[in-house]
């Protein structure tokens, strides 16, 4: 499967835990996404990765958050001292930049966080 | 802000028949402009995009039309397929300062019938 992956697929943590999501995009794609999405919602940007670079940071992406991308190549997502509001689906996506005749990006299946 | 809107929480058709979805925006540094379709439990699936500078762009049954002076955008659907049933999300990309997102709506959740 070439495709955006995503793990782990479903948490359940406790409020005050830290959790910590995987993504491995598609491998020549230098751009990489994080968006959250809540019920009755569409995806809600996080952050942006062109290579190992973070270049935009949403003001959803509170201090309890961080996320990186070394070697341009995989992505972490970490939730500091979860609160019982991050519950959401945490998706990742990933594109080829712009120029190149590409201009959709490809979703991952998300994981699913749920703070208890 | 909601820069992007569905204003059709659903809609229902009978397999066979056109279903149209539409999205309005209210950003004119909008560039693209793409649907989603996104199944329960699974991320979102791209189905079609269009430039903000063409007015129209067709793949097999679906397809976007663009009306930059009202800043509205539909999806065409014909002919609709009980399979095409999920939620269909309109997206708009920008691209400022070096970074680029996407935008999306709340979704518009279509049904076919049998």
């Known amino acids: 499967d070439t495709g955006v992956s995503q793990n782990p697929r479903h948490k359940i943590t406790k409020r005050g835990q830290n959790v910590t999501f995987r993504c491995d995009p598609i491998?020549?794609?230098?751009?990489l996404y994080w968006y959250r999405q809540t019920l009755g919602q569409g995806p809600e940007f996080l952050t942006y990765?062109?290579?190992?670079?973070?270049?935009?940071k949403s003001r959803l992406l509170s201090d309890r958050f961080s996320a990186e991308r070394p070697k341009g190549s995989f992505s972490t997502l970490e939730i500091q001292r979860t609160e019982q509001g991050d519950s959401a689906m945490y998706l990742c996506?990933?594109?080829?930049?712009?120029?190149?005749?590409?201009?959709?990006?490809?979703f991952g299946q998300g994981t699913r966080l749920t703070v208890v | 802000d909601q820069q992007v809107k569905q204003n059709s929480p659903s809609l229902s058709v009978q397999e066979g028949r056109i279903s149209i979805l539409n999205c309005d925006y209210t950003?004119?540094?909008?560039?693209?402009f793409l649907w989603y379709k996104k199944y329960p439990a699974e991320g979102p699936t791209f189905l079609i995009s269009?430039?903000?500078?063409?007015d129209k762009n067709e793949d097999g049954r679906f397809t976007v039309f663009l009306n930059k002076s009202a800043k509205h955008l539909s999806l065409h659907i014909v002919p609709s397929q009980p399979g095409d049933s999920a939620v269909y999300f309109c997206?708009?990309?920008?691209?400022?300062?070096?970074?680029?997102?996407?935008?999306f709506g709340k979704g518009t959740k279509l049904t076919v019938n049998p």
């Open positions: 996506a990933s594109s080829l930049g712009l120029g190149q005749g590409n201009t959709e990006a490809f």
């Open positions: 491998s020549e794609h230098n751009r």
């Open positions: 990765f062109q290579n190992e670079a973070q270049l935009e």
């Open positions: 950003n004119s540094m909008f560039d693209y």
């Open positions: 269009i430039s903000s500078i063409k």
């Open positions: 997206a708009a990309r920008i691209t400022q300062g070096g970074s680029e997102k996407l935008v």
